[in-house]
Structures are given as structure tokens and as C-alpha cells.
């Protein structure tokens, strides 16, 4: 068995002479350049997917090596994957030929071998060099050109991946963040295999809303640590694809969530004793949250708009009004500004480093100060969070619109320490408890589409249309208030989920 350790980018071929020329400023040990002729299978019922196994066989000139890749993980760009290889003679997979211990207990071999067959392939030309780093570290860095191909679907490759073959791990993000300084890099936690899987199932990535991070109660500090950043990074990396691939919208404001979300796993670590001195990914994720801080605004004026803008159909002057709010949103960045972001260096490297980051800290026991069970922790953030909130809050007999804006951050914050640690308890009642603080979240957004329609009012010169606009927005207010306010009452009177009742 070996471990593949490599970090894999996804690459503009436009810029090849550039990478090229980034090579050759290192030491090159060898140099080939091969077509590998790569196919994948599978059974029927997706059997190898469901032991967690990908099979592929690959020939190189004359050389057939059939491959059985397990699982493994992906943090960022780095790929970390067992994998097993065999000398085989033609491209069809011979199973009984790799160690009998990497199949799981009861497996019927003979059986899989029968029903085995061609489900994609993968042909791609390799330029591959090994470079010899300043310490003797080896890395074999792979540029890949090609296609990958299902039935009649085809799908482009043009990837550059770096191996660690022998030496300091630590030389690999040396050398990719050299590389994450060429043009429209940027890193790839998709693999070929996966990319295949979604052609064939004629799959799109689709947007989906942030989840509960997968902690337990037995996790240290520094293990949930490591799974939050993970999990963030993870769900930015997802929607960061989704939004390239489809153009959704949706994509971008769940990418919007994860930054929120990092940002908040900073602040809740930091009261567990964690130290994030040092950290050259913090300035990046500020530079980050910074980039994309327009998408709330954006998103206020899709909602006004969506459904031929039937929030605002009875305000008068409707087809002018439609107009503003269009070229209001047209002066936010567009689609091309968006690619550059997600293209830029700095974001690269903000996903490489958080990497090399949450790498390092499996191995570093001197990241928390303070022993303490997670449930401990979190049993102490959250009541001081919520106690904190629901005390701010009742002390306003009635909620007016300055008191919700001053508390929206602090409820975003709490809503998102729920995502961070409510896993820790029962997942049906970290929901109960968080619909009616999401209810209000939610209604402080629509003061915010309200107030977007009464700047507008402002500037409306003819009299009898702004007075009505301004009617219109007060009765909004009114009414939103209202149902704030129920929400409000259910929020505060919610038993704190995370807290045994005493018998």
C-alpha cells in the first residue's frame, strides 16, 4: 500500500508558458512526458462507491496498472489517499490479484469481478518533472491536459499536481504556493474520479445550506478545532465550484456563510485558549470576508426583484422603481469581477495556508492552553452567548428597528456558533431552538429590503410617490415588527437546549 500525499490545482492552460517557466527555476531531477489512458469501473449497484473504493485501470505505452484508491481525506488542496497497485496485463481490472485484506469483511470477490465493467475514462497528456527541493525533498509536479469522458458527455482536464515523494512534507505548500502565484490558479478538491462519477449521473453541483459541523462529545479541543475549520473550509470550497459551474447565486451566499462561519470559529476558539498568533490565513480571510462583503446587499435586491418583484407590485410607479433597483444592483461586481476574485492569488493562498494550518495542528499539542471537555466549553459559550442575547432583548419592552440593526451581528454570531457546536447535543432540538432567532435574523434582513425601498423614496422627486412609498414601507415596518416581536417571545421563552433539567 502507499499513501498518496499530493496537492492538486485546478490550471488555465492559457498560462502554460508561465508554469513552465516557474519550473524551471528548480531543480529538475527527470522529466517525462507520457498519454495515460485511464478507465474507471464499477458494478451496476455501486458497489465499489459503497465500500468507499474507486477502481481504475492505467496504461502508459505498453504498461497496464490497475489501481483500488480508498477513501481517504481531503483538506483544501491536499489529497491524502491509500492506494493499491498491481502489474496487470490489458485493461481489464484482474481483483484477485491486490492483497486479500483490503476488502472488507464478507466481500464476495469472485462476484465483484463478475459484475464489474467500463463506467468513464480519464486520457489526459502528463508533463511531469521531479523537482528537487533545497533540503533533498523529491516532489513530482504533473501537468495534466485531456478530457474525461462518459457515454456521449465530456468534461475538460487541465489540472497541476504536486506529490511528495520523499522528504518534508512542509516542501509542498514551498513549492504550491509558488505555483498559486501564476494566473487563474486555484486549489482542487475534486478529483477526476469524482468529476467522472458527477458526468456519468449527469450531476451539477448544487447549492446547499450550511450544516451542523460533525463534532462529538469525546472530541478534544484541539480535534474540534480541526473538524470546524475543516468543515468551513470544506463548504466554502463546495459553493466556490457551484458558483463557477452554474453561475448560481445561492452558491455565493453560502460562500458568504462559510467565511461568517470561519470568522466565528476564530472568536469561539479563542475562549477555549486556542492562539492564533502567527496565522498568516487570518489577514486573508479578512480580505476575504471584505470581498465579498456586498453580497447581503445583493442578495436584498434579487429579493425585490425575484418573482417579477412581487414584494413591491403594489407600490405605484412600479416599472421605474424596477429600474433603480436594477441599476443599483448593476453597480455591485459582475460576473467577470467574481471570477477574478475566486482566481485571485490571495484567495489560493488563503485555502493553502488554512491547510498547511490545519495539517500542522494535528501534530502540535501546544495550540490549547486550557484542558477542558468540549461539552464543558460549549455548555459555557452557549448560555453565555444566548443568556447575553436574550437579556439584551427583554430588556426592550417593544423592538424598534435601531434596536434589531444594533443586534443583528451578535444574533448572526450566535446563529452560527449553533452550526459550530450544536452537534454536541440532539440535532432536533439545536433546531427547535434556533427556528424563532432564525425568524427574527430573517426579518431583520427584510427591514434591510425595506430600507432599501425608503432611500429610494428619498431621492423620488415626484411628492405624491414618495409619500406612498413612504406609507408603504411604514406599514412593512409595522407589520414585520409585529411578528419580530412574537418571534421574539417564543425565542426568549425556549428552554436552553444544551442544559440538563435538573429532576
Known sequence: METEIEIKFFFNPHFADQLLAKISQYITISHKDQMMYNVYFETPSNSLRKMDMGLRVRRIDDKCTQTIKTSGRVIGGL???????????????????????IWPEGCDLEALQASISPLFNTDFRRLHWLLEMQDG???????????????ENESAIC???????????????VLAEDIASLPQVRLGNVSKAQRGYMLVNNAQFQSRPLDF???????????ALSVN???????????????????????LVELNKSIMFL?????????????????????????????????????????????????????????????????????????????????????????????????????????VEKDISMLTFSDSVLTESWSSLKTTLSSQSKLTIEDLLKQEGVLAANLMTGFSLGNLFSTEKSVEYCYPWLDIYQGIQELSMLETIYELAISEEDNETQVEYFKWVQRKQYSLLTAIEQSKQRAISNDMYWIEPEN
Not at 459541523?213 to 480535534?223: A, C, D, T
Not at 475549520?229 to 448560481?248: I, N, R, V
Open 213 to 223: 459541523s460533525e463534532l462529538n462529545p469525546k472530541m478534544s479541543i484541539r480535534e
Open 79 to 101: 489529497h491524502q489517499r491509500p492506494e493499491y497497485n498491481e502489474n496487470i496485463e490489458g485493461l481489464h481490472p484482474e481483483l484477485a490479484r491486490f492483497n486479500s485484506k
Open 229 to 251: 475549520f475543516q468543515h468551513g473550509l470544506k463548504h466554502l470550497q463546495y459553493h466556490e465550484h457551484c458558483y463557477l459551474a452554474t453561475g448560481d447565486f445561492n452558491a
Open 159 to 173: 489540472e497541476v499536481e504536486l506529490e511528495l515523494v520523499k522528504g518534508d512534507e512542509n516542501q509542498l505548500f
Open 263 to 367: 470568522h466565528q470559529n476564530i472568536h469561539l476558539f479563542k475562549e477555549a485558549g486556542v492562539s492564533f498568533i502567527g496565522c498568516p490565513w487570518i489577514e486573508d480571510l479578512q480580505w476575504l470576508a471584505r470581498s465579498f462583503s456586498w453580497v447581503e446587499e445583493r442578495l436584498v435586491f434579487q429579493k425585490l426583484l425575484e418573482n417579477k418583484a412581487y414584494y413591491i407590485r403594489k407600490l405605484p410607479k412600479l416599472k421605474q422603481l424596477k429600474k433603480k433597483l436594477r441599476l443599483a444592483e448593476q453597480s455591485l461586481p459582475n460576473e467577470e469581477d467574481i471570477f477574478n476574485m475566486l482566481h485571485n492569488s490571495r484567495y489560493c493562498n488563503f485555502v493553502l495556508r488554512l491547510t498547511e494550518w490545519l495539517i500542522q495542528l494535528e501534530k502540535r499539542n501546544d495550540i
Open 137 to 151: 525533498t523529491l516532489i513530482e509536479l504533473a501537468y495534466d491536459c485531456g478530457k474525461i469522458t462518459a457515454q
